[in-house]
């Protein structure tokens, strides 16, 4: 195995549906397609890393139900470290996402993230000897804040960088950005943080500079099909992504995240760690399906220009 790493964060069921319109108030219209899916940005997140290379400590909470089974059913597959996963105390659901779309492609969405919000600073506590023992930890905004913060500010005492995906953003303490090595938001998230409307005029260079200015030592904006953008104390820089035929981009940032802490835990530069997440992240949108879309470390080795 790789370098070790740990994630935090969330496991989710996305249930999907399609249907030629959504029902109006009381209504019942029939549906196909009806797919369950394995989500939630921490665990896709450790997924991507597992596949990467890397030995894969991951924790959260899940809950004592079928959904919880397969979840721990999918680190065994992936050779996720799940010791540190927490079945619900609270008798709280898995969490899950219920999906619904038209003939037009358009959706709607009901998500639930349930038992994840049960995993505490105490559970961090417990985790912190195996932390101790990884390169950095990774962690995104589905799980409750106190608890980010929390592993946040323990894995700073301890000298292990951090990276976190604002993701999905919610409003955060600025104490958490100073305990980040790196900050990985996409364009919309990086405005959010700086109470920016998503159609704001400021460039992507200037909102990731203000970002940089609140203390955090690495900016990284992922910019879709145009790959990322690296500002810090010396450099400010555009990291081109790869050209695709796009199917489904779901997931496509989880695998980013995923691939670039793994690069990152290596040992490699920054802009190399960006240059291989952008591959991977690129490989990832020509497949439907999240998971499924995650390649693996030799398929991104095959098109990366050195062995990254």
């Given at each position: 195995m790789g370098s070790r790493i740990a994630v935090i964060g969330s496991y989710a069921v996305g249930m999907t549906i399609s249907t030629e319109r959504f029902p109006q108030e009381g209504e019942t219209v029939k549906g196909k397609n009806f797919k369950a899916m394995h989500g939630g940005k921490g665990s896709n997140q450790a997924v991507a890393a597992s596949r990467m290379g890397a030995e894969v400590l991951y924790g959260g909470c899940v809950g004592n139900d079928s959904f919880g089974d397969g979840a721990i059913k999918l680190y065994e597959e992936e050779g996720i470290d799940s010791s540190y996963i927490i079945r619900s105390r609270e008798n709280q659901s898995t969490g899950v996402?219920?999906?619904?779309?038209?003939?037009?492609?358009?959706?709607?969405?009901?998500?639930?993230?349930?038992?994840?919000?049960?995993?505490?600073?105490?559970?961090?506590?417990?985790?912190?000897?195996?932390?101790?023992?990884?390169?950095?930890?990774?962690?995104?905004?589905?799980?409750?804040?106190?608890?980010?913060?929390?592993?946040?500010?323990?894995?700073?005492?301890?000298?292990?960088?951090?990276?976190?995906?604002?993701?999905?953003?919610?409003?955060?303490p600025e104490e958490l950005l100073k305990y980040c090595e790196f900050l990985v938001p996409n364009q919309t998230e990086a405005r959010a943080i700086l109470g920016l409307d998503e159609d704001s005029s400021l460039s992507d260079e200037e909102v990731a500079k203000q970002i940089h200015k609140l203390g955090v030592k690495n900016v990284i904006v992922t910019l879709g099909s145009e790959g990322a953008l690296l500002v810090n104390d010396t450099m400010c820089k555009k990291i081109e992504g790869i050209p695709v035929n796009a199917i489904d981009t779901t997931g496509a940032g989880d695998t980013f995240n995923g691939s670039f802490c793994v690069a990152l835990a290596e040992g490699h530069?920054?802009?190399?760690?960006?240059?291989?997440?952008?591959?991977?992240?690129?490989?990832?949108?020509?497949?439907?399906?999240?998971?499924?879309?995650?390649?693996?470390?030799?398929?991104?080795?095959?098109?990366?220009?050195?062995?990254?």
């Amino acid at each position: 195995m790789g370098s070790r790493i740990a994630v935090i964060g969330s496991y989710a069921v996305g249930m999907t549906i399609s249907t030629e319109r959504f029902p109006q108030e009381g209504e019942t219209v029939k549906g196909k397609n009806f797919k369950a899916m394995h989500g939630g940005k921490g665990s896709n997140q450790a997924v991507a890393a597992s596949r990467m290379g890397a030995e894969v400590l991951y924790g959260g909470c899940v809950g004592n139900d079928s959904f919880g089974d397969g979840a721990i059913k999918l680190y065994e597959e992936e050779g996720i470290d799940s010791s540190y996963i927490i079945r619900s105390r609270e008798n709280q659901s898995t969490g899950v996402g219920l999906i619904y779309i038209n003939a037009k492609g358009e959706n709607e969405i009901v998500i639930d993230l349930a038992a994840n919000f049960e995993l505490s600073p105490a559970d961090i506590d417990r985790m912190l000897p195996e932390i101790s023992k990884c390169k950095l930890l990774l962690m995104q905004l589905e799980i409750h804040m106190d608890t980010v913060l929390y592993a946040a500010k323990k894995c700073k005492e301890l000298g292990i960088p951090v990276v976190l995906n604002p993701a999905p953003y919610n409003q955060m303490p600025e104490e958490l950005l100073k305990y980040c090595e790196f900050l990985v938001p996409n364009q919309t998230e990086a405005r959010a943080i700086l109470g920016l409307d998503e159609d704001s005029s400021l460039s992507d260079e200037e909102v990731a500079k203000q970002i940089h200015k609140l203390g955090v030592k690495n900016v990284i904006v992922t910019l879709g099909s145009e790959g990322a953008l690296l500002v810090n104390d010396t450099m400010c820089k555009k990291i081109e992504g790869i050209p695709v035929n796009a199917i489904d981009t779901t997931g496509a940032g989880d695998t980013f995240n995923g691939s670039f802490c793994v690069a990152l835990a290596e040992g490699h530069t920054i802009e190399d760690a960006i240059k291989f997440a952008n591959i991977s992240a690129g490989l990832a949108v020509t497949k439907y399906g999240v998971i499924e879309g995650i390649p693996t470390r030799e398929e991104v080795i095959k098109i990366a220009e050195s062995n990254i």
